[in-house]
């Protein structure tokens, strides 16, 4: 027996194949799933007045109805979200191990618990966004022009500077776990990088900052579903005995 087939790493039965087309298709569309929704979210979160408005626009504002938004966005939207991420780390480690069998536990952890990091600050952001909202259109409440400004500029805050830091970590282990299970190419590697090194190096609280995230998991879902074609396209091995 030689040493290949004593620890099981031997050529692929065909049944390994499917579990890779699986794993391949089910991670390509959860994180363009993800990617839709956040960004979605993201638009109507948005919509908040700024810091800058005066008293009277942000009175307007809670006044016109469009607070809304910022509540189906908060309690709808973004939830859903969160789901379909935590839903996409798991099947990106699934994705990894059916693909090579090999597997670097230290990082595929720090890259889970960034992920889970990233999203408990993405509902907490939310949460500070939506919490004028609610009290208006739930609770019947006035609207303190201070505490409409400090919510937002609030939620930047939690998802812009702390939140982006975690995704950061989570493209650099993603792009490096997939780049050692030889499974994404070496561009995508150092152009996540970059990335990465954006959203944790960048001083700013402006939203466009946020937007590169789920941009690069739409590039990521991307090349897995160009994988999956390729994996269609490979001869099936034979496995009867010579």
């Given at each position: ?7 099981g ?13 699986h794993?391949?298709?089910l ?19 948005t ?5 800058r ?17 910022i ?17 996409f ?11 090579t ?6 990082l595929?952890?720090?890259?889970m ?11 907490a ?10 009290s208006?259109e739930?609770a ?6 201070t505490?409409?400004?400090?919510f ?16 950061a970590?989570?493209?650099?282990t ?5 780049h ?39 590039a990521l ?10 994996i ?6 034979s496995?009867?005995?010579?």
């Open positions: 027996m030689d040493e290949d087939a004593r620890y790493h031997g050529d692929p039965a065909p049944n390994d194949d499917l579990a890779r087309r794993a391949t298709r991670t390509s569309l959860l994180g363009i799933a993800f990617a839709l929704l956040f960004l979605t979210a993201l638009a109507l979160l919509r908040t007045p700024s810091a408005s005066t008293d009277q626009e942000l009175m307007a504002f809670y006044a016109s109805g469009e607070q809304r938004w509540l189906i966005s908060g309690l709808y939207v973004l939830p859903f979200a969160a789901v379909a991420f935590l839903w780390i798991a099947s990106l480690r699934q994705w990894v191990e059916v693909s069998r090999q597997l670097d536990h230290l595929a952890t720090v890259q618990l960034s992920g889970v990091g990233f999203i408990t600050l993405a509902f952001a939310a949460g500070a966004t939506t919490i004028v909202a609610s208006v739930l019947n409440l006035p609207v303190d022009p505490v409409a400004r400090q937002p500029l609030y939620s930047r805050t939690l998802l812009i500077i702390f939140g982006m830091r975690m995704a970590i989570f493209v650099t993603t792009a490096k776990l997939g050692e299970a030889q499974l994404l190419p070496r561009w995508f590697l150092f152009g996540s990088y970059g990335v990465a090194a954006a959203l944790f190096l960048v001083p700013t609280l402006s939203v466009w900052l946020v937007v590169v995230f789920p941009l690069w998991v739409l879902s991307g090349i897995i579903w160009f994988h999956e074609r390729s269609a396209q490979e001869p099936t091995v496995t009867s005995p010579h």
